[in-house]
């Protein structure tokens, strides 16, 4: 009786454990992009927020591409978001609602876009240019 009782009590913490792994990240400020590159997977194929500050952008036929980068950058680098909402402008900073997807994995190198919900694109009004 005891060993039943005590797989059942295993098998509980660990659905539970696998359960805070894959919606333990619902974080209610979003994440910054320093944040999302440094653990990309567990957060792949979830929806999630990303603030940071527009870069470089890239518009083909109607579908806009621009880096997001860290408002206070720790690593290199920053996150591809593709967006068919129009792009902000270059140093406007901007929350990003979507779904993280992996493009490639190449050894330790994980290349991410974040795909862009409709109307997700928030910019800081006081950060005007």
Same mark, same amino acid.
């Given at each position: 009786?005891?060993?039943?009782?005590?797989?059942?009590? =295993? !098998?509980?913490?660990?659905?539970?454990? @696998?359960? +805070?792994?894959?919606? *333990?990240?619902?974080?209610?400020?979003?994440? #910054?992009?320093?944040?999302?590159?440094?653990?990309?997977?567990?957060?792949?194929?979830?929806?999630?927020?990303?603030?940071?500050?527009?870069?470089?952008?890239?518009?083909? =036929? !109607?579908?806009?591409?621009?880096?997001? @980068?860290? +408002?206070?950058?720790? *690593?290199?680098?920053?996150?591809?978001?593709? #967006?068919?909402?129009?792009?902000?402008?270059?140093?406007?900073?901007?929350?990003?609602?979507?779904?993280?997807?992996?493009?490639?994995?190449?050894?330790?190198?994980?290349? =991410?876009?974040?795909?862009?919900?409709?109307?997700?694109?928030?910019?800081?009004?006081?950060?005007?240019?």
């Amino acid at each position: 009786m005891k060993i039943k009782l005590l797989f059942l009590l =295993l !098998g509980v913490v660990t659905i539970t454990m @696998v359960l +805070l792994q894959y919606h *333990g990240h619902a974080d209610v400020d979003g994440y #910054s992009v320093d944040d999302v590159l440094a653990n990309p997977r567990p957060l792949i194929g979830h929806e999630i927020t990303v603030s940071g500050v527009a870069g470089d952008r890239l518009s083909i =036929l !109607g579908t806009g591409f621009f880096q997001l @980068v860290d +408002l206070k950058p720790k *690593g290199e680098g920053g996150l591809t978001v593709l #967006s068919n909402q129009g792009m902000p402008q270059t140093g406007k900073q901007v929350t990003v609602h979507g779904t993280l997807q992996q493009v490639y994995a190449a050894g330790a190198r994980d290349a =991410l876009v974040l795909i862009e919900s409709a109307q997700s694109q928030s910019q800081d009004p006081s950060n005007t240019r």
